[in-house]
């Protein structure tokens, strides 16, 4: 054999080892994936298994138990309160049917100093001046007095496109922070927890002039969030402290629509 036919030979043979080898790596590495993959099948199966078993016994042992709601609690009377309705008019008492009630609105007078009576009487004269459109349901002075101007059957001008479907509380401030004296703020949190179990609202219903037009009102719930948190937080403990569980039956103080008389907080 010539010494080309040799290498050609030797070449050839090496090629033919090569392949061989390759080969069996590749048949090694098959089998030994195969393995795994059987392993890792076996694995799922077995924890899948056992939660099922796990789900089995567990429904055999634990009786399924139905949730049952927390009965709600509702506060039966307001604080006592004046009833001194506007008289019906373009500008203060439209007369409109609020037939719906979603939300209670917060307002504060922006006229540190003034009274309850002063800010009922503004809204009558309205009628006479016919300056502007403003009113609400309910005014709370600085002694925590309590005056109703509009019947909560009626739309009050108070909070813009929102009249149509809230009661709104105007309250009184003695200066210029907006911040409201503990007398005014106590009946604000009772009038608040009352109207809420009168019209069957939650915390959340209850909203600031702020949060309906951006409007910097109630000043000192606008410029101090966490006072807002704090007021809705004395709510809800109202409530649950002087709440009483309503059941079919309750009856709820409800407002005085007449035309003027005075009702005590029982």
């Not at 099948?41 to 009786?63: D, G, N, Y």
């Not at 009833?83 to 439209?94: G, K, T, W």
């Not at 309906?212 to 403990?237: H, L, M, R």
Request: proline share 5%; glycine share 4%.
């Amino acid at each position: 054999m010539h010494d080309s036919e040799r290498k050609e030979q030797t070449e050839y043979e090496s090629k033919q080892a090569t392949q061989r080898a390759v080969r069996r790596r590749f048949l090694r590495q098959q089998t030994a994936f195969q393995a795994v993959f059987a392993l890792a099948c076996i694995a799922i199966l077995s924890v899948a298994t056992c939660q099922v078993i796990r789900f089995i016994k567990s429904r055999e042992t634990k009786p399924v138990v139905e949730e049952v709601p927390i009965p709600q609690k509702i506060v039966l009377f307001p604080p006592e309160y004046d009833v001194q309705l506007l008289s019906v008019n373009a500008y203060s008492r439209p007369g409109e049917p609020l037939e719906r009630v979603n939300g209670v609105v917060v307002h504060y007078t922006a006229n540190p100093g003034t009274t309850a009576q002063q800010n009922r009487d503004y809204f009558e004269g309205l009628s006479l001046s016919q300056e502007t459109y403003a009113s609400s349901h309910f005014v709370i002075g600085l002694e925590g007095e309590l005056i109703q101007c509009i019947p909560s059957s009626e739309i009050a001008y108070a909070s813009n496109e929102r009249n149509e479907d809230t009661i709104a509380i105007e309250c009184c401030i003695p200066d210029e922070t907006g911040k409201f004296t503990e007398a005014t703020y106590q009946t604000l949190v009772h009038l608040t927890a009352w109207l809420m179990g009168n019209f069957d609202l939650e915390i959340d219903d209850v909203i600031r002039h702020y949060d309906v037009t951006g409007k910097n009102c109630p000043k000192y719930f606008v410029e101090y969030p966490s006072a807002w948190i704090t007021f809705q937080s004395d709510v809800c403990n109202y409530i649950e402290t002087y709440g009483t569980v309503e059941t079919e039956g309750t009856e709820i103080g409800l407002p005085n629509e007449g035309e003027s008389s005075t009702i005590n907080a029982n």
